[in-house]
């Protein structure tokens, strides 16, 4: 009877566990946003569709669309079809003012951007559901893009500061090769000036034999 029980609570159990997964360190569900990786960036109305809708310029930001999930309530959980995200993103980047649209964006121009939930565990959209202001992103959502913007923009300014560097060390290269030249030629003048001023020491010896 025991056996049976155990088997039974693992059975019940097991969906619980397989979504473990979806918390951050095992606390914190999270939620999944993208930011467009380029400039006109193709949104579509499906996940098959050949026409764009729109088009957005870098860094734009998107949410998964929420699916309804029976342990975690409404979640941003990415949705991919046909190398296509399910997206959702207010038109103008930033609040309702222009309203909401959902789409799909082939997953090759998005940078994924995980999220935390904001200890809403039961909402984790991305966007926030007020009773009168304006609907917009989630601080939790925002900080989540704002930090991957400034890693990238960390790691760029890195491999400038690399590039940068690797072209000054290969500019000090040729001047030392220039300078090199330079010295070449002003000991090579030294030693004809040295080779005349003996031909003449020598000639004046001739001379000053002859008399």
Known sequence: MIK??????????????????????GD?????????????????????????IATVGKDFPFV??????????????????????HVRYWKNGLNDKDGENTAWVDLKDLEKVPFDCCGD??????ITAPLFNSRTYTDCFVKAVEASMSTRTAAA???????NGAADLEKMKLQLEFEKLKLEKEL???????????LKLEQ?????RAK
Not at 41 to 46: E, F
Not at 64 to 85: C, H, P, Q, T, Y
Not at 204 to 208: G, N, Y
């Open 4 to 25: 049976y029980l155990i088997i039974t609570l693992c059975i019940v159990l097991s969906p619980a566990i397989s979504h473990a997964g979806l918390f951050s360190g």
């Open 28 to 52: 914190e569900p999270e939620g999944v946003g993208y930011l467009s990786i380029t400039n006109g960036t193709s949104i579509y109305a499906s996940p098959d569709g050949q026409e764009a």
């Open 64 to 85: 998964a669309f929420a699916g309804s999930d029976k342990w975690l309530g409404i979640m941003a959980a990415e949705s991919i079809v046909n190398g296509r995200a």
């Open 121 to 126: 565990r039961a909402h984790c959209t991305g």
């Open 157 to 163: 300014g890195s491999s400038e500061t690399a590039g």
């Open 188 to 198: 090579e003048k030294l030693k004809i000036e040295r080779e005349i001023e003996q």
């Open 204 to 208: 004046e010896r001739l001379k000053a």
